[in-house]
């Protein structure tokens, strides 16, 4: 099958230790970002282009008329010209062919396009189904409002990076997000993200300084590092029962208050909750390690419920962040499902004075903070 050239290496994209996510790191890393958006995919066998009057197998272009923007109605609107919408535009699909009769879409033809476009990705390119696209596909593109087929499968790293007019997203099929897909899409205000997916990469959304809430679909199976970090998310996130890991800084410096985490989870990341303002949290049964600074910073933290099967808790999982101890309330209580002899078992590093301080009640899990 047809591989975009551009490999992009993990540890590239992981924040390291126990260290909080920076905003200087981000710059560097928008720095890196930006050279690679240069580069397009390539390899493959290259077919010959279609005429723009119709797409025939195994061409690498196509055409589509894509909707015309929406324009406010005169009524609304301060521009004396025409108050009616621009002619639409035929947007030119570049794609390769894969080895499986499918199409992999790897961007358009700029030239002619109009920014602030409402655009619908194809499904279908040269009569074979779009199933994926590819690393920096759209890139620093103009469009105003993207839909992605329910053909596709897989959504490369920073498919749509730097799209900085960009305010919604919709997934309507059963994809993995890559790295970096909506990466400093400064003005993104809606992802309506489709059940069926089942991956939401690292770094997917940071940069995103205009979205408050996201609906995480009931087929994930993962959330990257960083997924979410630094965004404005606030309120109740739900973590949908099937997700297995939450990476490091996954929610980090979010304005979230409420958390739920289901049985399903198996590992927390490095400082995933830190600095957010949840009140309460119960972590699932089967956690065994509680990471360095997981819920560092959480200065509105009450109460917390630590399954007894917890062997191991890192340095400043429970530290006091900035207001800690002044305008921050005190951890009152942890409810721990084992003994007392059990809790004296476990090995807590230091920067934890918060759970010393705190009431202990023992094989006790409260009614009101069940999952």
Request: proline fraction near 8%; charge should be neutral.
């Given at each position: 099958m047809?591989?975009?050239?551009?490999?992009?290496?993990?540890?590239?994209?992981?924040?390291?230790?126990?260290?909080?996510?920076?905003?200087?790191?981000?710059?560097?890393?928008?720095?890196?970002?930006?050279?690679?958006?240069?580069?397009?995919?390539?390899?493959?066998?290259?077919?010959?282009?279609?005429?723009?009057?119709?797409?025939?197998?195994?061409?690498?272009?196509?055409?589509?008329?894509?909707?015309?923007?929406?324009?406010?109605?005169?009524?609304?609107?301060?521009?004396?010209?025409?108050?009616?919408?621009?002619?639409?535009?035929?947007?030119?699909?570049?794609?390769?062919?894969?080895?499986?009769?499918?199409?992999?879409?790897?961007?358009?033809?700029?030239?002619?396009?109009?920014?602030?476009?409402?655009?619908?990705?194809?499904?279908?390119?040269?009569?074979?189904?779009?199933?994926?696209?590819?690393?920096?596909?759209?890139?620093?593109?103009?469009?105003?409002?993207?839909?992605?087929?329910?053909?596709?499968?897989?959504?490369?790293?920073w498919a749509f990076s730097s799209n900085t007019n960009l305010t919604k997203v919709t997934v309507l099929g059963d994809a993995a997000l890559g790295n970096m897909v909506f990466y400093f899409c400064k003005n993104l205000e809606t992802v309506q993200l489709s059940n069926g997916v089942t991956d939401l990469g690292d770094l997917t959304f940071v940069g995103c300084l205009k979205l408050k809430s996201v609906n995480l679909p009931a087929k994930l199976k993962r959330i990257g590092n960083q997924t979410f970090s630094t965004t404005p998310l606030t309120g109740k996130i739900v973590i949908p029962e099937g997700v297995t890991s939450i990476g490091e800084d996954a929610f980090s410096s979010t304005q979230i208050t409420e958390v739920r985490i289901p049985a399903s989870v198996k590992t927390i990341g490095k400082s995933a909750f830190a600095g957010t303002g949840i009140t309460s949290v119960v972590l699932p049964d089967g956690i065994k390690e509680i990471e360095s600074g997981t819920f560092g910073g959480c200065d509105q933290l009450r109460r917390v419920y630590i399954p007894a099967s917890v062997k191991y808790i890192d340095g400043d999982a429970f530290s006091t962040g900035v207001t800690g101890g002044f305008f921050g309330v005190a951890l009152e209580n942890v409810y721990y499902g084992g003994s007392q002899a059990d809790w004296e078992k476990i090995d807590i590093a230091a920067g934890n004075e918060k759970l010393f301080s705190a009431e202990k009640r023992y094989n006790a899990k409260p009614a009101d903070l069940q999952q």
């Open positions: 047809f591989r975009c050239a551009l490999e992009t290496k993990r540890s590239v994209l992981t924040m390291r230790a126990n260290k909080r996510f920076r905003w200087e790191t981000l710059f560097m890393t928008a720095a890196f970002t930006t050279a690679v958006l240069l580069t397009s995919c390539g390899g493959g066998s290259p077919v010959p282009p279609a005429s723009s009057s119709s797409s025939q197998p195994g061409s690498s272009s196509a055409s589509s008329e894509a909707p015309a923007p929406s324009v406010p109605d005169s009524s609304s609107s301060s521009d004396s010209t025409s108050s009616s919408a621009p002619a639409a535009d035929t947007v030119q699909w570049q794609y390769v062919k894969n080895g499986d009769n499918s199409v992999m879409l790897t961007g358009y033809d700029r030239d002619g396009v109009q920014p602030e476009r409402v655009i619908t990705l194809p499904d279908k390119l040269g009569g074979y189904p779009v199933t994926e696209i590819c690393n920096n596909a759209f890139a620093d593109a103009k469009f105003r409002e993207v839909t992605i087929p329910a053909s596709v499968k897989k959504i490369g790293n």
